[in-house]
T-cell receptor, first 115, second 113 residues
Framework: GAVVSQHPSRVICKSGTSVKIECRSLDFQATTMFWYRQFPKQSLMLMATSNEGSKATYEQGVEKDKFLINHASLTLSTLTVTSAHPEDSSFYIC???????????FGPGTRLTVT | GNSVTQMEGPVTLSEEAFLTINCTYTATGYPSLFWYVQYPGEGLQLLLKATKADDKGSNKGFEATYRKETTSFHLEKGSVQVSDSAVYFCALTLGTSYGKLTFGQGTILTVHP
């Protein structure tokens, strides 16, 4: 089946620094990738949708200058949390799908802790 | 707007018990409906789906029927196993939303031997 990986799986950073999270589709071409945030015991909140080669579309209330998304190739999207603060601590999950498909394949998630 | 509501958890069952997790939705249009499962420490996996009214999705002994009249997509399994312990998410997508999923809040299921 289709596999999506994320790196790193866990990261701890100091307040004010930036962190980059990678999302890769390992065995298929992902024309669209999605980034979600999941709070403890809560559902996934869609942050943004990125299509290869174009700017990401952010959901209402998500700061695009704080959460930089790049989808430079059909197998890689990155999320950079800039000037991270403790309130950015969360579980970030990406998913990927091919053009025209309903199904999304999810990565295992990245646990970000900002101290 | 679109929304998905799942029954409150956590749900705790004994092995071989019958499972129902309720899911209802609100959508503008005709959504496709999904159940995803998240095992401890892992990413979400698609469990089953249904793309039109009266369709029944099934996988690994789990079933859910797309009920347009009650806007529901309840998840059922006749006999749960300890290995079914996970978080279950109901979700929908609309054809006009370019694949964006709207998730319910998730239901934690714990199955005891």
């Amino acid at each position: 089946g289709a596999v999506v990986s994320q790196h790193p799986s866990r990261v701890i950073c100091k307040s004010g620094t930036s962190v980059k999270i990678e999302c890769r589709s390992l065995d298929f071409q992902a024309t669209t990738m999605f980034w979600y945030r999941q709070f403890p015991k809560q559902s996934l909140m869609l942050m943004a949708t990125s299509n290869e080669g174009s700017k990401a579309t952010y959901e209402q209330g998500v700061e695009k200058d704080k959460f930089l998304i790049n989808h430079a190739s059909l197998t890689l999207s990155t999320l950079t949390v800039t000037s991270a603060h403790p309130e950015d601590s969360s579980f970030y999950i990406c998913s990927a799908r091919t053009s025209g498909a309903h199904e999304q394949y999810f990565g295992p998630g990245t646990r970000l802790t900002v101290t | 707007g679109n929304s998905v509501t799942q029954m409150e958890g956590p749900v705790t069952l004994s092995e071989e018990a019958f499972l129902t997790i309720n899911c209802t939705y609100t959508a503008t249009g005709y959504p496709s409906l999904f159940w995803y499962v998240q095992y401890p420490g892992e990413g979400l996996q698609l469990l089953l789906k249904a793309t039109k009214a009266d369709d029944k999705g099934s996988n690994k002994g789990f079933e859910a029927t797309y009920r347009k009249e009650t806007t529901s997509f309840h998840l059922e399994k006749g006999s749960v196993q300890v290995s079914d312990s996970a978080v279950y998410f109901c979700a929908l997508t609309l054809g006009t939303s370019y694949g964006k999923l709207t998730f319910g809040q998730g239901t934690i299921l714990t199955v005891h031997p």
